[in-house]
């Protein structure tokens, strides 16, 4: 059953429907949760936890959202998951050191995050002579990616690691299909050119 029929079946109240959709979609969250995770709430916070309340706070909104269906139904997920994120990071990270950093909250990449990254963005060298290669290249291309501008970032963040299809990436942003398409070959042409640079 896919997700469209499963949401007809929340939007006609049967329960065993909201469970099924949920947890469907519960290991896509976790892994966006782990690559969004700020490192220094690590020892503080955990994931599950994190993916948990998303879904306590998704399965009470469910039924408004399956009658009206503003978006497709992970972006709309994952956003409920953004929004814990930033309040777990103004709440465990922001009050604790009242600084400027309260009012612009934006959610980085861990390191294992970016490097991840990394090896999705670039073509690894499997045999024995290019492998001594490969730590420089993979250093070039960090270096490169953390140069983008924050929107071809982002982009490129969540194609290649969250892997989101481009409709999810249009309604995460809140762009149109063709405005992900130009804004996706605008980040790796300016990738490129980073890299050509070097």
């Known amino acids: 059953m896919d997700t469209d029929q499963l949401l007809d079946r929340v939007a006609q109240g049967e ?36 993916v948990q309340d998303t879904l306590v706070e998704a399965h009470r909104r469910l039924p408004d959202y399956a009658a009206g269906r503003p978006m497709p139904f992970y972006p709309w997920l994952r956003g409920i998951a953004w929004d814990r994120l930033i309040e777990m990071t103004r709440r465990h990270i922001d009050a604790e050191r009242r600084s400027v950093r309260r009012e612009v909250i934006k959610l980085d990449l861990s390191g294992d995050s970016r490097m991840i990254l990394v090896d999705r963005m670039m073509a690894i060298s499997a045999t024995p002579s290019e492998q001594a290669l490969r730590q420089e290249v993979r250093d070039r291309v960090q270096q490169a990616i953390v140069q983008l501008p924050p929107g071809d970032h982002e982009v490129i963040v969540l194609k290649h690691l969250e892997e989101l299809n481009v409709p999810e990436i249009a309604a995460v942003l809140g762009i149109g299909e063709e405005a992900v398409y130009s804004r996706y070959r605008r980040a790796v042409q300016r990738l490129h050119r980073l890299l050509s640079s070097e």
């Open 15 to 50: 329960s065993s429907a909201v469970a099924t959709l949920l947890a469907r979609h519960e290991q896509r969250l976790r892994r966006m949760v782990n690559l969004r995770l700020d490192p220094r709430l690590a020892a503080r916070l955990d994931p599950s936890d994190v």
